[in-house]
C-alpha cells in the first residue's frame, strides 16, 4: 500500500485501526438497527466516511469515540432518506440461521429497542451499551444534556413497559 | 446506574453477543469510494474549479502503441480495439459523459471504469489482483493546491518536470522521490490552460516515472460519451439521473463489467443494471423486473413504485421493455444511449 505521509502512511494506519475495531463498530451498529446485514452496511459506510476524513480523525485524541460518531450519525441520517437502501436487501441464509439460535430474551429486547424512535435507540445504545456519560453522548448526538436525560427517560420507559413480561432489573420477575 | 439500568446494559451486550452472520466489510471498496469522495468533496469546494474527470479513450484490451494525440475511432474491422468515444451526442442522448480521454496505457491496466453523478464523477484506468493498479485522470479548470486531499501534513513540496513539451510537476512530500513512495500525482498544463492530474498508487511496474509520464502525453481533454451496453427508446419525464457507473472488477466479483444508472422519480428511486447474463443479480431495493437479451441481463428496480408512478409506461415492466441490450462485444456498444 502506498505511505501517504509519514511512519506507516495513511492506508496502514487506517487499516489496522478498522481491522481492529470493526466488530465492535458492528455491534454498535446493529443495537441501533436490529439487522445484521444493515449493522455490515452501517459499517462500510461509517468507515468510508472515516477513510475521507482519517487525515483529521486520525489526530483525534479519541478516535473511538470519532467512529462511533460516524456510524451512529449515519444511522440517523438513513432515517431520513430515501435513498436508504438501494443495496442492503441481502437477506441471506445466515441471518436466518442466526435468528433461529436466537434466545427469546435477546428477540424480546431487539424487537423493544425497534419499537423506539431513532434517536432514543440511538441514546440508550450509547448511554448502556457504549457506557458513555450523559455529556459524552449529548456531544456524539449534537443535542443538550437535557434533551439525552428526557430520551433516556422515554426509551427506559418504553423499554419496561414492553418487556413488562420481564421486567428490567428484576430477574426474578 | 441503578439495578435496572445495569441490567439494561447486560443484556445490551448480551444482544451485540448474539449469534452473527459473517461479517461483509470491504476495507478496499471503503478506501476506492473514500477517494472518490475527497476528489469530488475537494474540488466542489474549489469554487467552480470542476473536477473534470476524464474519459480513457480505449477500454480493453489496453494499447500498447505510443501515445495518441487524441482519441482516435479505431476501424470497426479491427478487433483488437474496441470503438472510442469521438461524437458528441445530442444533449440528454448520453448520461456517461467523460470529459476527457487516455491515450496509450501501461498493459497492467485491465479496463476502464467510470462514474458520473451525485457522489461524484470519476474515472479509473485499473489493473487487477487484490491491490490492482490505479491510475486517476481529473483536469482542473484552476491548479489545485499541491496537497489537494490535505493528507501530506503540511510537507508537500513540487518537482519540476515536463510532460511532452509541457512544463508540470510531481507532488510529493520527499523531493528526493517524485514519486512519493508509490501515491504519485503527476501535473500539468493542458493546451487550453487547464491542469490536468493523474494520481497513480498500486503500480507494480519497471520504471513507474516513465510510466506516468507517457500516460500523462496521451491525455487529451474534451467531452467523450462513453459506450454503453444498452439503448433506451425513451425515459418520461422526471427521470433524474443521480448516478452513473460502470465498473470493472473482474477479481473481485467474477463478473467482467456492470453499468449501473441510478434514477430519482417523484422522490422514489429507480435502477437499471446491466451485467453479462450469469452475473448475479444486482442488490437493493425493490423487486427486480428482467430480462436477458443478446447475453447480457438487464434489470429494473423501483424501490417504491407507487411513488414512481410508472403506471401510464407499464410500471418496471415497460420501462425494461424501453430497453434494448447491445450484446458483450464492447465494439457494440453506443454513446447514443437515450431517444
Redesign the interface.
Known sequence: MPPMRTGRGRDAEFTEYVTARAPWLRQVAYLLCGDWHRADDLVQTGVTKLYTNWHRASTAWNLDGYARKTVVNTFLAEQRTAWRRLVDLRHSQEELVARESDHDAVLDLRAALGELPPRQRATVVLRYFCDLPVAEVARTLDCSAGTVKSQTAHAIETLRARLRSEPIGTPEG | ?????????T?????????????????D???R???R??RF?VSAAAGGCAAVIVAASVVLPPLLDGPSPAPQASSPSDPARPPVPTAKTAAGANPMIAKAGFGWLPEVIRGVEYGVGAHGDYTLAIGDGQ?PAMIWLAVYDKEPPADR?????G?AVKVPTKVGDRDGYWVT?NPADPL????SYLRWRTGDGRWAELNA??LDIPDVRQTLLRVAEGVTVGDYPVPLPLRISGLPGGFHLADGLLSRRPSQDGVPWTMQL?YTVN???V?IDVRPEGGGAP????EPVCTTENSLRACV?I??PNAADLGSIGGAQGLLDRITLLGPDERDWTTTVIG
Not at chain 2, 446506574?1 to 446494559?9: F, G, K, N
Not at chain 2, 443484556?11 to 476495507?27: G, I, V, Y
Open positions: 446506574m441503578t439495578e435496572e439500568t445495569t441490567d439494561l446494559a443484556r445490551l451486550r448480551e444482544l451485540a453477543e448474539s449469534p452473527a452472520p459473517p461479517m461483509a466489510l470491504d476495507l471498496a471503503a478506501k469510494a473514500g477517494r469522495r475527497r468533496r491491490y486531499l490535505g493528507e501530506m501534513g510537507e512530500v512519493n513512495g508509490g501515491d498508487y498500486y441510478f422522490g422514489a428511486n435502477v442488490d437493493g431495493r425493490g428496480r424501490d417504491r
